[in-house]
């Protein structure tokens, strides 16, 4: 069964700083691709962060400079560092690996901004 947990969560003011982490299980997850999104208010999901085939890291454009996202594969845990919060970056964000053409998502963690 696979699991994905996040975790890291919390309330913050604009300016600050959190890392959010998510634990894989079920899953070979040093192959498995890994991406954080992230769900606003009345907003859809968008991506947030995620590795290319190479292991190179990408982001969107919004969080570009901000957020750093990295893993550590003797964890099973993908990280996404997050500085210079804004207001706009609260969202509920959840972590997705992909194993197999399969995702997997876990149930999300609540970042909230503050201004």
């Known amino acids: 069964q696979v699991q994905l947990v996040e975790s890291g969560g919390g309330l913050v003011q604009a300016g600050g700083s959190l890392r959010l982490s998510c634990v894989a299980s079920g899953i070979p997850f040093s192959i498995s691709v890994m991406d954080w999104y992230r769900q606003a208010p009345g907003n859809e999901r968008e991506w947030v962060a995620g590795f290319t085939s190479v292991g190179s890291t990408l982001y969107a454009d919004a969080v570009k400079g901000r957020f750093s996202i990295f893993r550590d594969n003797t964890k099973n845990t993908v990280y996404l560092q997050m500085d210079s919060l804004k207001p706009e970056d609260t969202a509920v964000y959840y972590c997705?690996?992909?194993?197999?053409?399969?995702?997997?998502w876990g149930k999300g963690t609540l970042v909230t901004v503050s201004s």
């Open positions: 997705k690996a992909q194993y197999r053409g399969s995702d997997y």
